[in-house]
């Protein structure tokens, strides 16, 4: 089993920045790909950016050039930096990790809430 636990969602201004970490904890895994994924209310959750075990990584394209994802391996921890925020970035933002032990599998952290003002 693995567990996520993410950190770092709040409440920010419009044009302000925040900080996501999530940590990956547990035992007989490998990690492949982590990532963050987004879901507002009414709404389907969506990529907002991930990065493999080679450390390539892919951004949404209402994202890039604001966002930076990255990793540490030696941590098991993926972070996730975002600047000049929009009110539409408003969303619970979802730690994503793909893993490999006997077999692969996918993992979900429960979400953190990021709120935007105008």
């Known amino acids: 089993q693995v567990h996520l636990v993410e950190s770092g969602g709040g409440l920010v201004q419009a044009g302000g920045s925040l900080s996501l970490s999530c940590a990956a904890s547990?035992?007989?895994?490998?990690?492949?790909?982590m990532g963050w994924y987004r879901q507002a209310p009414g709404k389907q959750r969506e990529l907002v950016a991930r990065?493999?075990?080679?450390?390539?990584?892919d951004y949404a394209d209402s994202v890039k050039g604001r966002f930076t994802i990255s990793r540490d391996n030696t941590k098991d921890t993926v972070y996730l930096q975002m600047n000049k925020l929009k009110p539409e970035d408003t969303a619970v933002y979802y730690c994503?990790?793909?893993?490999?032990?006997?077999?692969?599998?996918?993992?979900w952290g429960s979400g953190t809430q990021v709120t935007v003002s105008s």
């Open positions: 547990g035992s007989g895994f490998s990690i492949n790909t």
């Open positions: 990065i493999t075990s080679a450390s390539s990584t």
């Open positions: 994503y990790v793909m893993v490999v032990g006997a077999t692969y599998r996918d993992y």
